[in-house]
């Protein structure tokens, strides 16, 4: 079972840009792994942000402003949020996940509070 | 509008069992595959469960395999989860959500609470 690490909380300052990280146990190659990323507030369910594989091979949610951006660096064997722009609502728990094979995996996530 | 609504969740003993549903509406049910997510009290999103657009392929996470079941009706647009012999960590609200053309999670319910107690 692969395992998705993400940092339990980050902060950043309105108008600055957050950078969530969410990297993948080393039995499994993030460059070969579709990355979405989903937002969740309080009392709230989640809410699909995006997925990303590669420059060419993404997506954005239904809605999603575009200053959500993601990356991978292989290099690290993680998957990036970039959430340029930050503001107030922008405040939430972000989860990472994978999709193989009709098994899916979340990773921890991450709270990020704008400060 | 599309819209997921679960329903089904309460309070039961550990051993007892619950089936939830999740009624769908605004999309063409039979086109999308499924799934379940669940969320303990102040955890993190757990995947638990999937069905094919026919229910004739699931799968489950190891924690829930051989108690959980997963199944739909598409004539009825709906999708259940029977919970068998359930435990204190079986607490948690469970979500059901469409499983994407990317296979994302593209929309989620509201979710329904499945408290396990004694």
């Known amino acids: 079972q692969p395992v998705l690490t993400q940092p339990p909380s980050s902060s950043a300052s309105p108008g600055e840009s957050a950078r969530l990280t969410c990297t993948l146990s080393s039995d499994i190659n993030v460059g070969s792994y579709n990355m979405y990323w989903y937002q969740q507030k309080p009392g709230s369910p989640p809410r699909y942000l995006l997925y990303y594989f590669s420059g060419s091979d993404k997506g954005q949610g239904s809605g999603v402003p575009s200053r959500f951006s993601a990356s991978k660096d292989t290099s690290a064997n993680t998957g990036i949020l970039l959430i340029s722009g930050l503001q107030s609502e922008d405040e939430a728990d972000y989860y990472c996940m994978i999709w193989s094979s009709n098994t899916y995996v979340f990773g921890g996530g991450t709270k990020l509070t704008v400060l | 509008e599309v819209q997921l609504v679960e329903s089904g969740g309460g309070l039961v003993q550990p051993g007892g069992f619950l089936r939830l549903s999740c009624v769908v509406s605004?999309?063409?049910?039979?086109?999308?595959?499924m799934s379940w997510v669940r969320q303990a009290p102040g955890k993190g999103l757990e995947w638990i469960s999937y069905t094919s657009v026919t229910g004739r392929t699931t799968n489950y996470v190891d924690s829930v395999k051989g108690r959980f079941t997963i199944s739909r009706d598409n004539a009825k647009k709906s999708l259940h989860l029977q919970m068998n012999n359930l435990t204190v960590e079986d607490t948690a609200v469970y979500y059901c959500?469409?499983?994407?053309?990317?296979?994302?999670?593209?929309?989620w319910g509201q979710g329904t609470m499945v408290t396990v107690s004694s």
């Open positions: 959500a469409r499983v994407g053309n990317n296979h994302g999670f593209d929309i």
């Open positions: 605004g999309f063409t049910f039979s086109d999308y595959e």
